[in-house]
C-alpha cells in the first residue's frame, strides 16, 4: 500500500472511484464526484493535501483538504480547515484503509502548519482519527493551542454546495457517466424535500423530472415535470407550511405553536436548496 499526492492523469479514475464509493450511501445517488471535479479549480482547494492511496498499483482511496472558516461570536472570521470528500473503493471498506489514509493526511496537515480541523461526518468513524463533537459539526485541533477555546459557528466551504448552485452543470457532468440506478436505502441520511421540508422516504414521496423520472429532491407536492408548483418565496412557503402544525405534531415528543413551528422552520428552510443564497 502507498499514498502519494494525485496528479493530472488521475483526476478521472479517481472522480469514479468517489461515484463509486459514495452511491446511495447517505442518499440516492451521489455529489461528492462533482464536488472534488470542480474544486481542484478552486482557490481554497489545497493541491498539497490532494492524496491517493494505491495497493497492488490502483488507485483505492483519495482525500482532499481545502480552506474554511469560523465565524467567532463577535462576528470576526477565524482560520480553519476541512477535508472531504475522503473515499475508499467499496472493494476495499471496512478493512481500515480509510483511517490510514486519513491519519496520514492529518501528520501531512499538522506539519503545515493545519492548526483546526472542522468538518460534518460520522462521529462513530472520526473519533478513532482524534475528532471530537463540536456543537453539530466534527473539530480537531491540529495544533495544540491553535483554536484556544472560542466561540464560533463553523462555515462549510461555499465550493462543496456546487452541484446545488449549478445544477444543469451537475448533471451534464453525470452524464458522462455510466448510467447507476438510485436508491433510498437503510442507513442514508434522512432526506427531506428541499423546498418544503417534507420528510422523503420513498420514491413514492418524490417529484418528477420533466421526462418523468424521478425527482429526490423535491416532494411530490412541491414538484413535478421539472418545474415547481408553487411560484412563491421561502417566507410565502413557511406560512403555508405552518397550516400543518397540528399534523407535525403528531410525530413530535413536545407539540409544538404555529408560531415555535415558524421559528423552527426560519431556522432551516435557508439550508434547503431551493432557499440557499436567496
Given at each position: 500500500m502507498t499514498i502519494r499526492l494525485e496528479e493530472k492523469k488521475d483526476w478521472r479514475e479517481v472522480e469514479n472511484l468517489t461515484r463509486e464509493a459514495f452511491w446511495n450511501v447517505y442518499k440516492p445517488g451521489c455529489l461528492e464526484h462533482y464536488v472534488l471535479n470542480r474544486y481542484r479549480s478552486n482557490p481554497d482547494?489545497?493541491?498539497?493535501?490532494?492524496?491517493?492511496?494505491?495497493?497492488?498499483?490502483?488507485i483505492i482511496g483519495h482525500v482532499m483538504f481545502s480552506k474554511a472558516e469560523i465565524v467567532l461570536d463577535d462576528g470576526t472570521k477565524f482560520p480553519s480547515w476541512t477535508f472531504g470528500p475522503i473515499s475508499i473503493h467499496p472493494d476495499y471498506k471496512r478493512k481500515g484503509y480509510g483511517l490510514k489514509l486519513l491519519q496520514y493526511a492529518l501528520d501531512k496537515a499538522r506539519r503545515m502548519g493545519i492548526g483546526l480541523l472542522c468538518m460534518e461526518g460520522n462521529i462513530d468513524f472520526y473519533k478513532h482519527a482524534g475528532f471530537d463533537l463540536a456543537s453539530y459539526f466534527l473539530a480537531q485541533e491540529l495544533i495544540p493551542g491553535y483554536w484556544s477555546g472560542r466561540e464560533g459557528t463553523y462555515c462549510p466551504p461555499a465550493g462543496y454546495f456546487v452541484a446545488d448552485t449549478d445544477p444543469a452543470g451537475f448533471e451534464a457532468y453525470e452524464a458522462t457517466f455510466p448510467a447507476k440506478e438510485k436508491a433510498f436505502l437503510p442507513g442514508q441520511l434522512p432526506q427531506f424535500c428541499q423546498s418544503c421540508g417534507m420528510p422523503l422516504t420513498s420514491e413514492e414521496d418524490c417529484g418528477t423530472n420533466a421526462d418523468?423520472?424521478?425527482?429526490?429532491d423535491y416532494c411530490k407536492y412541491c414538484y413535478a415535470d421539472?418545474?415547481?408548483?408553487?411560484?412563491?418565496?421561502?417566507?410565502q412557503m413557511i406560512e403555508h407550511c405552518a397550516q400543518f402544525v397540528d399534523e407535525v405534531n403528531k410525530n413530535m415528543p413536545k407539540p409544538m405553536t404555529r408560531d415555535e413551528y415558524k421559528q423552527m422552520m426560519y431556522g432551516f428552510f435557508p439550508m434547503l436548496k431551493r432557499w440557499r443564497n436567496k
Open positions: 482547494f489545497i493541491p498539497e493535501l490532494d492524496y491517493v492511496m494505491e495497493e497492488d498499483g490502483k418523468g423520472s424521478i425527482n429526490y421539472g418545474h415547481f408548483l408553487q411560484e412563491m418565496t421561502m417566507d
